[in-house]
């Protein structure tokens, strides 16, 4: 089955400043790839997600960029703010017709006011 | 229009014992998933179902069964309680394109389950 990773697990940065995340995938047949923010004590939330057939999408302070070559995938976050402190997952999903997903095991992002 | 709603969202059992966890979703939403979340092992997917009636394993389903009767409800049991279930519980579910792509899953708030 397809096996996500995250690297790095924990990552600080000051406020104003951006935040990179990157997630790598193993099947090669992934093609949705989507992030989640989770707050603590909170319900993981959909914040962007990508297709296979796009290499980039922004919403704002957020972006995501995929090389399917490589099979990576990253999360930039621009100036960063005390309230994107959260843990984020990445996920990837294929073209079984299950819509199943396999979730990264999340990064803890710290913003230092 | 509630989302995905979780019943219980605490709940402390003794070793042994049973119970229902209640995910209901008023989206239409044909796909339902449960998950388990625990400290460094992000979500992992226990059972899911495609459709009313229809269930199938994933990640890690030992010691739960699930049942998906009416099309906006996922239980999930527990028969035997043990320690190792300790943990935190999400639903989430997704709308139908298959075929087509994928869709987000949107999630409950969580149940806090501990077994003692």
């Known amino acids: 089955g397809e096996n996500v990773e995250q690297h790095p697990s924990t990552l600080s940065v000051q406020e104003g400043d951006s935040a990179v995340i990157k997630c790598t995938y193993s099947?090669?047949?992934?093609?949705?790839f989507p992030w989640y923010k989770q707050e603590l004590g909170k319900r993981p939330q959909l914040i962007i997600d990508?297709?296979?057939?796009?290499g980039e999408k922004k919403d704002q302070r957020i972006a995501v960029t995929l090389n399917k070559t490589a099979k990576h995938f990253s999360l930039h976050i621009t100036e960063t703010q005390p309230e994107d402190s959260a843990v984020y997952f990445c996920?990837?999903?294929?073209?079984?017709?299950?819509?199943?997903?396999?979730f990264g095991k999340g990064n803890q992002v710290v913003v230092i006011p | 229009n509630a989302g995905v709603t979780q019943t219980p969202k605490f709940r402390v059992l003794k070793t042994g014992q049973s119970m229902t966890l209640l995910c209901a979703q008023d989206?239409?939403?044909?796909?339902m998933y449960w998950y388990r979340q625990d400290p460094g092992m992000g979500l992992r997917l226990i059972h899911y179902s495609v459709g009313e009636g229809t269930t199938a394993k994933g990640e890690v389903p030992d010691g739960y069964n699930v049942s998906r009767l009416k099309k906006q409800n996922f239980l999930l049991g527990l028969e035997s309680a043990a320690p190792s279930q300790t943990s935190v519980y999400f639903c989430?579910?997704?709308?139908?394109?298959?075929?087509?792509?994928?869709?987000?899953?949107?999630f409950g708030d969580g149940t806090r389950l501990s077994i003692l």
């Open positions: 990508i297709r296979s057939n796009v």
């Open positions: 989430a579910s997704s709308y139908d394109r298959d075929p087509g792509p994928n869709q987000p899953q949107h």
């Open positions: 099947d090669s047949a992934s093609n949705y």
């Open positions: 996920a990837a999903g294929g073209p079984y017709g299950n819509n199943r997903l396999a």
């Open positions: 989206m239409n939403h044909e796909y």
